[in-house]
């Protein structure tokens, strides 16, 4: 048994598993999205260069990714501030920082943030999709790799004494690479030994949760302390969602408040509402998966802050939990979604 097991491990230290409270499982306070810009639409380049005014809001909640600007969430930190004074108002507690290597992972701010706010933030260790590898990462053996994730997490990170309390987002495309193979059986075995909570990023493909988890499971991961993240645009078809559920990891609905026509990463995928979100989380409930659901809002653009008219990180506090209730979800489901699942993953063994 480590010193770390029964508890959870914020930015700030150890913890006991009661006080997290409402947790969102997936959000981002400081990050740099510029690995995934994706070209304007042609003719609507003037608009990305120019985008924070009133008449652009609307572009910019369709086109996220086609403007450098907008990928720059590091530069709002006083924004953040605000918001996560906002969010403990609204009643949330504790929000899982997604950000790893690869995304500009600042876990001085982070710091910063839960001091000055009380939220309680645990940060994320290991790497990001395989674009933000550097050659130096590809080269490195799953040994190594291991190594690194289990000292992020033991030790602090990026040079830092401050501690990851998660394993990721851990990130994958589709089809999964050699490189990111390697990370996730690294993070598999750093899961092994350290008794961790793990998240991934699956790759925009319906098959790509399910290959994640065997590719975890063959090196001794454990599934039932693993989030399968970004549900919402990966899997559609109902029974394909309950062939996944069955595997055993909690079942992410991360994307509320993204609304969007074309996802620009994949123009098969049409995104849900956040009314078709929650009508799935009331299936997935009615089917007996009421244990293994977690929600957040993955903010991680400027758009998506209140200061930008965006949702901000209280939408699921204010505005899904009513709609959720409305749908026939009860507060025990509700409060088991918001509180007791996400202490459960969190807690170390
Ligand atoms: C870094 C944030 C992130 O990866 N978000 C997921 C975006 S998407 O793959 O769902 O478009």
Not at 22 to 42: A, D, I
Not at 85 to 96: N, P, S, W
């Amino acid at each position: 048994m480590s010193q770390l097991s029964g508890k959870v491990q914020t930015v700030l230290g150890l913890m006991d598993p009661d006080q997290l409270g409402r947790t969102m499982t997936h959000e981002h306070l400081t990050m740099s999205f510029e690995c995934c810009y994706f070209p304007p639409p042609v003719g609507d380049e003037a608009v990305a260069e120019n985008p924070f005014h009133m008449r652009h809001m609307h572009w910019l909640r369709q086109n996220p990714y086609s403007c450098h600007e907008n990928l720059l969430l590091q530069q709002e930190t006083s924004a953040v501030r605000d918001e996560l004074l906002v969010y403990r108002k609204a009643g949330g507690g504790t929000i899982v920082e997604n950000t790893t290597t690869g995304l500009d992972r600042d876990l001085p701010t982070l710091k910063q943030l839960a001091k000055e706010t009380g939220v309680h933030i645990i940060a994320g260790a290991g790497y990001y999709v395989d674009c933000t590898h550097t050659e130096a990462t590809k080269k490195m053996s799953v040994e190594k790799l291991t190594d690194i994730i289990v000292s992020e997490v033991l030790h602090g990170a990026d040079g830092t004494d401050i501690r990851c309390g998660v394993i990721g987002e851990i990130g994958t495309g589709w089809p999964i690479t050699e490189s990111e193979t390697k990370v996730l059986r690294a993070a598999a075995h750093a899961q092994t030994q350290l008794g961790c909570p793990v998240i991934i990023h699956p790759g925009r493909n319906p098959a790509a949760p399910a290959e994640v988890v065997r590719i975890l499971q063959e090196a001794g991961g454990d599934i039932s302390k693993t989030v399968m993240s970004h549900l919402d645009r990966t899997i559609f078809d109902d029974g394909e969602l309950l062939e996944f559920a069955k595997l055993g990891s909690y079942l992410e609905y991360d994307l509320f408040g993204t609304e969007m026509l074309n996802y620009p990463y994949n123009m098969e995928v049409d995104m849900p509402s956040d009314c078709q979100r929650v009508k799935t989380l009331a299936f997935l409930v009615k089917e007996g998966y009421e244990d293994k659901i977690v929600v957040a809002h993955d903010i991680h653009t400027k758009n998506r802050l209140t200061k930008y008219g965006g949702h901000g990180y209280s939408h699921i506090l204010k505005n899904i939990v009513p709609k959720m209730l409305m749908r026939g979800i009860s507060q025990h489901q509700v409060d088991k979604i918001l509180i007791d699942n996400p202490k459960r993953w969190l807690t170390f063994k």
